[in-house]
């Protein structure tokens, strides 16, 4: 690739991705790092991109500590509920107790916030969530971002970290390429912040074909915050706690809204409350969880998916009644207006007025991700004030890797952290990540010339393919040198799919499965060796291919791991249908050695730091 032209960058603080915790992660190292240099590198554009890219309606995550409506107690023991007990109760705290001066920041920067006119506090939309006007969300925190980085590189993907040469796991940056002019970048860094969100499109999407894109997760997020890490030996927790959603069908409108401040609700084709029909059933399943309040995420899920099999399908939410209210109705559009747009249109294309007709609900494709109502990610650090010894290592949100922080859903363990926690889990990793260059850790790091000059090779390797593969070409696209990054991807997905508890076995796996999902995602990497890129396009297609189908075999090495179905609703073990708390009330964790590829897992316990509940050992 001698035509190739390389840039050079050398940093303090570099944040890998500009979505909500990228943006934290950057504003927050100008504050402790008056002097450092702090560089931000974005595959899209940070105005915007990320999974608030279009905007969103509502802040999930508000204590309004002051005006004691929750403390960060209480949120620790809501995400400790909604995840089945398996969270890391200090990074949910952490995140807790600062995640208001986050909003109110926003608050100072201009995003429209709705207020109560009574009390004056920001609107609730329930316990947690408060309502904005969110259109312009992304470009406010971009507006902070840009104002405190020396740079902000857009339109660069990252594809690997780069180490120290002289120090064993340390960091030493990280390389990629540009998309529009395809120069590769070489951005040599004392600490580098992972903030490059979750994965979607790992496994098969309900809409295919021309549909594909919509799905209810960015089709743009493709598990570099995994890949990345894992490449590079990183361990990582909950990979197999991948989330499954209950949205409006085939749009994939948010349903919080919905729920909680027009008060809608679901019922099957009958009319019935079809959740209640299944709480024995489900009690069978995984014992008192199921009275726990509010029902836990999956649990809700289980209860669709059981009616729909058992018959009673389609399941729709009941907007008839409360879009009788003007006001509410009002609301019900607007929330669509301010982050899903798609949802409007696909009402207005199947002729649904929700004042008139009760619209269909759907479960997702599953994603994984680490900062909603699940919690897959990178095994970190906690905060010294608050971890037990197993979780702290020296600096808060630090991977097993020295000097490689992560934030929001690259960071496991700490579900329901949302927007506004995400940006402020990047605040947290960023201040921990200056100190650890004031704690002079990151001295005397050295990246070789051979070290970026040889993953120049391997990165732009997919154009060599096509180049030399085109000649070949049979028909069409179809060449038997190479496979695009299209036909890649489709095979990725149906492996998932199929093997490990996708939409086409309804979330249904087992050990055989697994296993055969495995072998079958080996030879797919194996042939990803020979995907070929038309163009730096298609390059990034073909990077995004590779990050996916490594962040693929890490949940399936997680989900074949723990021989339990702790998440019913989110994926079955059929080999395993009961929630096992006796062996399995723990967290696992994975390693994958860059060398051999093969993971190893084990358990950690998992800790009940909030309330003091004895810690229960899985054997
Ligand atoms: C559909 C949906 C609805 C949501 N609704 C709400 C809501 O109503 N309220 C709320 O508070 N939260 C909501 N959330 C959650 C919120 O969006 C996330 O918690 C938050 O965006 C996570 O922040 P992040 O920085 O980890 O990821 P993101 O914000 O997604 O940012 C990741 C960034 O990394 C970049 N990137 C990816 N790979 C690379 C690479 N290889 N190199 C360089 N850059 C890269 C991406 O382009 C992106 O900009 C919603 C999420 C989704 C998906």
């Known amino acids: 690739m001698a035509n190739v032209k390389t840039h050079y960058e050398e940093s303090d603080v570099l944040i890998v991705g500009g979505g909500m915790a990228g943006t934290g992660a950057t504003f927050e190292a100008r504050h402790w790092g008056r002097d450092l240099k702090i560089v931000c590198v974005e595959k899209a554009n940070i105005d915007r991109s990320g999974a608030v890219a279009q905007g969103l309606y509502a802040i999930n995550c508000y204590m309004g500590m002051q005006w004691d409506e929750n403390q960060p107690e209480d949120h620790v023991r809501y995400a400790r509920n909604d995840l089945m007990g398996m969270v890391r109760e200090d990074l949910g705290y952490d995140m807790a107790r600062h995640v208001d001066s986050t909003v109110h920041m926003f608050d100072e920067w201009g995003l429209p916030m709705m207020k109560n006119e009574k009390t004056g506090r920001y609107l609730r939309e329930g316990k947690w969530q408060i309502m904005i006007h969110g259109e312009s969300y992304k470009p406010i925190v971009a507006e902070a971002a840009k104002k405190s980085a020396n740079k902000i590189y857009n ?6 970290l780069l180490m120290d040469d002289e120090k064993e796991n340390r960091i030493g940056g990280a390389v990629g390429f540009n998309m529009r002019t395809g120069d590769y970048h070489v951005f040599k860094s004392k600490t580098v912040i992972v903030a490059a969100g979750g994965a979607s499109h790992i496994f098969k999407p309900r809409a295919v074909g021309e549909g594909m894109g919509r799905t209810w997760y960015a089709p743009w997020s493709n ?98 009644e409360a879009f009788q209210d003007p006001h509410l109705e009002t609301v019900g559009w607007e929330n669509f207006l301010g982050m899903t747009v798609g949802q409007a249109v696909v009402w207005a294309s199947q002729n649904i007025d929700p004042k008139y007709t009760n619209p269909e609900l759907t479960t997702s494709e599953p994603y994984v991700m680490g900062s909603h109502a699940t919690c897959s990610g990178a095994w970190v650090s906690g ?43 990047g605040r947290l990793a960023a201040k921990a ?91 797919l990497e194996e042939d990803l060796e020979n ?22 075999q890490c949940v399936t090495e997680h989900t074949k791991f723990r021989k339990e179905t702790r998440w019913p609703g989110y994926y079955y073990r059929g080999d395993h249908l009961k929630l096992d708390d006796e062996n399995w009330h723990c967290l696992t964790v994975s390693r994958r050695d860059p060398k051999t590829k093969e993971f190893t897992m084990e358990k950690v316990p998992v800790y009940h730091i909030v309330d003091e509940k004895k810690e229960k050992k899985a054997s």
């Open 155 to 160: 339109r660069i993907m990252i594809t690997h």
């Open 223 to 320: 598990g570099s915050a995994y890949a990345l890490p894992i490449a590079v030996g990183a361990k990582m927790t909950q990979m197999e706690n991948r989330i499954v959603l209950c949205r409006f069908k085939d749009g994939y409108g948010p349903v919080g809204a919905y729920f909680l401040h027009l008060k809608t609700y679901t019922q099957n084709a009958n009319g019935e409350n079809y959740e209640k029909k299944w709480y024995d059933h489900t009690k069978n399943l995984v014992g008192e969880y199921i009275d726990h309040h509010p029902t836990p995420t999956c649990l809700r899920n289980h209860a669709f998916i059981q009616e729909v099999q058992a018959g009673g399908g389609p399941i729709h939410m009941v907007t008839k």
């Open 383 to 425: 905060p010294e004030d608050l971890s037990p010894k197993e979780y702290f290592w020296g600096y808060n949100r630090m991977l097993t890797i020295d000097g490689l922080f992560g934030a929001g859903d690259t960071v496991g363990g700490s579900a329901h952290k949302f927007s506004s926690g995400s940006f402020t889990e």
């Open 433 to 523: 990540a200056v100190k650890y260059i004031e704690d002079k850790k990151a001295d005397g790091i050295k990246v070789s010339d051979k070290q970026h000059k040889d993953l120049k090779e391997v990165i732009y390797k997919p154009l060599e393919n096509y180049t030399v593969g085109r000649n070949e070409i049979t028909g069409g696209t179809v060449s038997p040198s190479y496979i695009s990054p299209i036909q890649g991807l489709q095979r990725l997905q149906r492996i998932m799919d199929e093997y490990v508890g996708g939409i086409a076995t309804n979330y249904m796996t087992n050990e055989n499965m697994l296993n055969r999902g495995l072998e079958l995602l080996k030879w």
């Open 531 to 552: 995907v070929g890129a038309e163009d730096y396009h298609q390059l990034m297609r073909a990077w995004e291919l590779k990050h996916r189908t490594i962040t693929s």
